[in-house]
């Protein structure tokens, strides 16, 4: 990581603006023949591991009588079901901070050198016919960074 701020924030929102993509295309996990949002299972599953257990009779509980939780199916099973909806989260995630999009695959590093056409000598790019990209606005992101982005650092290291 670059300890430039701007960078910094630049990393911090693509990343985000991926993980909401993600979610988007993720919305629901099926449990039981029930379409159940994944967000809100993720969202329970961290108040769970905070402040559970949840729904496990006790007195007090959290859930007890908050409709919100009908259909919680308890914390192991929970993660079962965000491990299985977060399966496609790919092994390594390329971001360009310049841009503030992302790739899955690695990006390129030359392209075709726009300076040649036409031309005998190319000084731009010395008759290679490419030039290098600019690399320092790409990130590679791993997996459990993209997970923790997605589900908290605390939910992604419990599943
Ligand atoms: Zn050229």
Redesign the pocket.
Known sequence: MSNSGKTDKAYERTLKSWAKDFMEKHPTVQHNGIDLSLQRLINQSTFDLFYGPVKDGSFGDPAEGDSDWDNYPGFQTACKLISDATKDVPSNLYIDTDAETWQEEEPEYTE??????G?DE??????????DLPWDAWWQVHKPDLMAMLLGKELARAL
């Open positions: 075709k050198c726009p300076m040649c056409l031309l190319c000084s731009s790019c010395n008759n290679a016919g490419v030039i």
